[in-house]
């Protein structure tokens, strides 16, 4: 499996936070130094490990605002 590259360019918030310390989180994030994405995900502390999650779109993410 190839290694996945990522690079956080802009963390928006902490949706909740676990007893292990654990947060979800909405990131903008680049994956693969692709145009970078809108993405909600598990992080570990300082982001060293993470769960999975769903990327989505500028589109995406204002429809999602708009359903909400």
């Known amino acids: 499996m ?3 590259k990522y690079e956080i360019i802009k ?3 902490v949706l909740s936070e ?3 310390g654990w947060r979800k989180e909405l990131n903008l994030i680049s ?5 970078p994405k809108y993405d909600i995900r ?3 502390p300082g982001h ?3 769960g999975k999650g769903v990327t ?5 993410i204002e429809k999602l605002k ?3």
């Open 56 to 60: 989505l779109t500028k589109e995406e």
């Open 48 to 50: 060293e490990k993470m």
């Open 66 to 68: 708009e359903i909400l």
């Open 31 to 35: 994956w693969n130094e692709a145009a």
């Open 2 to 4: 190839a290694d996945i």
């Open 11 to 13: 963390e928006i918030g």
């Open 42 to 44: 598990d992080w570990a």
């Open 18 to 20: 676990n007893a292990k």
